[in-house]
């Protein structure tokens, strides 16, 4: 399971204790928000899941606010045929 996460204006970087990742948002295809998680849709393989447990009502609203950002700005997506 991911444990650490860094989400910013960037894109975002996330890992465990032996292994680490950082997409930017050109590469993420899409934000999916379910009931308990949002999931981070990149690929068939590869879609890192943050369950909401892990964020603060706060933490969750900025979430959503920057995938809206970024989506506006046409940043979401760019890099991805």
Do not use: Y
């Amino acid at each position: 399971m991911l444990s650490d996460w860094t989400i910013d204006g960037n894109g975002l970087a996330f890992g465990t204790p032996v292994s680490s990742s950082r997409i930017g948002w050109e590469g993420i295809k899409a934000v999916r928000e379910e009931r308990d998680r949002f999931i981070f849709l990149m690929s068939p393989s590869a879609n890192p899941v943050l369950p909401k447990r892990h964020l603060s009502e706060d933490e969750q609203v900025a979430l959503r606010q920057m995938v809206a950002d970024v989506t506006a700005t046409n940043r979401l997506g760019r890099g991805v045929d």
